[in-house]
């Protein structure tokens, strides 16, 4: 079924799937479906792993967790616990930072069309504001002028596993361009802003290296020319997030060691060569701190042969995970009891929405399924229950982490009460 031998924190025993030391069919069985379960080991190993590849090469190292990945607080607590900065977008993932103990000074919000009144949340909060537009710098003076300040540059340079998730170049609507980045630090700087930072973040789930080393270069060319001519220096210079993870068997994973070797060469190369300091290099990853630390169990309710295919039913949809529906992307579903099982049966794994794109897996290769059999759709971690929603009315799924060496419910299956939750409604009578 998987060419590649499964890896950490998958297991295979005697055909059974284990993840982190534990039967997902035990687990399925204790919990119910749909299911994600976590591991705290693995978003430990895929922290420290990224931080060691990186402090090994460059001393100044900061890595901010993008949370809109998965923002389960225990997650949070993890890796406020490990030492990390976090990466919020919105005031609510501020919120979820604080509430998990982040201090103000390690959150760096990184938000687009943003509200006065959020700003002025964010300036109350004391967290770290990265600039968007100069509509937003103009406002935010207006409430205060923070001490650092950074902006994020659209080095015009974007890549991502889906157009939705290329987050720079001409046709994007992040960041500032070039000069315009020039005008806003001549801005900030007139405003008596003490300490500045530079951004970007080009996209999502990036396996070529080449675009990400060529939108490197551009960012500390910009930040070369807003030191020299506006005499500012930079505390951090932030490099953004988008770390590829492999999702196919069949494919590579990221190669981190060339990557980070051949990014952190370039920067301190330029960093020298441009006389920029000594900034912090700053990272945003999301998706490979969280992805390959999760897993999302279902369990099969109907087997539904037609005369022109085989349809799964299972009992997570795109309410549950949303990737394959959002951007077609492939997650990688094993039988939990089946893995020494010939995969000989061609498939569409489809979820239990009133919708025909309710498709998890489509002409999928998987042994004889039977209903009860439990399913594993691998690499579950990163965007899969922060973006599940309540769609068809469908209460949102529970999460259980292995942590500290045994299974924790870290959020509770949602019941019919929670559908009502904040409804109210406008007509009174029989
Ligand atoms: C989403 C996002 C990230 C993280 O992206 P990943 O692909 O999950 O690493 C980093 N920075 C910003 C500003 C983001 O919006």
Do not use: W
């Amino acid at each position: 079924m998987v060419k590649r031998k499964l890896c950490e924190p998958l297991e295979n025993r005697k055909g059974s799937l284990y993840f982190d030391g534990f039967s997902v069919e035990e687990l399925a069985q204790k919990y119910d479906t749909p299911l994600y379960v976590l591991s705290e080991k693995r978003i430990r190993e895929n922290y420290n792993r990224l931080y060691d590849a990186l402090a090994g090469k460059y001393k100044d190292v900061r890595i901010y967790y993008a949370c809109k990945a998965n923002t389960n607080l225990t997650v949070l607590k993890i890796l406020q616990l490990e030492g990390a900065y976090l990466d919020a977008v919105s005031p609510g993932e501020v919120f979820m930072g604080l509430s998990s103990g982040f201090a103000p000074e390690r959150i760096l919000f990184t938000g687009t069309s943003v509200r006065s009144d959020e700003l002025k949340f964010l300036v109350d909060a004391g967290v770290t504001i990265n600039i968007d537009s100069q509509s937003e710098l103009d406002r935010l003076f207006k409430i205060a002028v923070p001490s650092t300040i950074s902006i994020r540059v659209n080095p015009e340079i974007g890549d991502g596993h889906h157009d939705h998730c290329i987050t720079a170049g001409p046709q994007v609507k992040f960041g500032l361009c070039e000069e315009d980045v020039l005008k806003a630090y001549a801005v900030a700087k007139k405003a008596r802003v003490e300490r500045f930072g530079i951004h970007m973040h080009i996209g999502s789930g990036i396996l070529n290296i080449n675009s990400y080393i060529q939108a490197v270069e551009k960012l500390l060319g910009i930040a070369k020319r807003v030191h020299d001519e506006l005499d500012i220096t930079f505390d951090f210079i932030d490099i953004g997030g988008g770390f590829g993870v492999s999702y196919h068997p069949d494919d590579d994973d990221l190669n981190l060691s060339e990557f980070v070797s051949k990014i952190v060469s370039l920067f301190k190369a330029k960093v020298k060569e441009y006389k920029l300091g000594k900034p912090f290099l700053c990272v945003e990853p999301g998706r490979y701190i969280i992805c390959d630390a999760s897993i999302l169990l279902t369990t099969v309710n109907t087997v539904k042969l037609t005369p022109y295919r085989k349809f799964i039913g299972v009992d997570a949809g795109f309410n549950t995970l949303a990737r394959p529906a959002m951007y077609g992307s492939y997650h990688h579903i094993l039988a939990a009891n089946k893995l020494n099982s010939k995969s000989n049966e061609t498939f569409d794994v489809v979820g239990p929405l009133c919708e025909s794109g309710d498709v998890l897996a489509k002409d999928r290769k998987l042994p004889l399924i039977v209903e009860g059999d439990v399913l594993a759709v691998l690499n579950a971690g990163a965007y899969g229950f922060s973006m599940s929603s309540q769609y068809n009315s469908r209460p949102r799924a529970a999460e259980v982490m292995i942590c500290q060496g045994k299974p924790v419910l870290v959020r509770e299956r949602e019941q019919f009460q929670d559908l009502l939750l904040s409804q109210r409604v406008a007509l009174q009578g029989e």
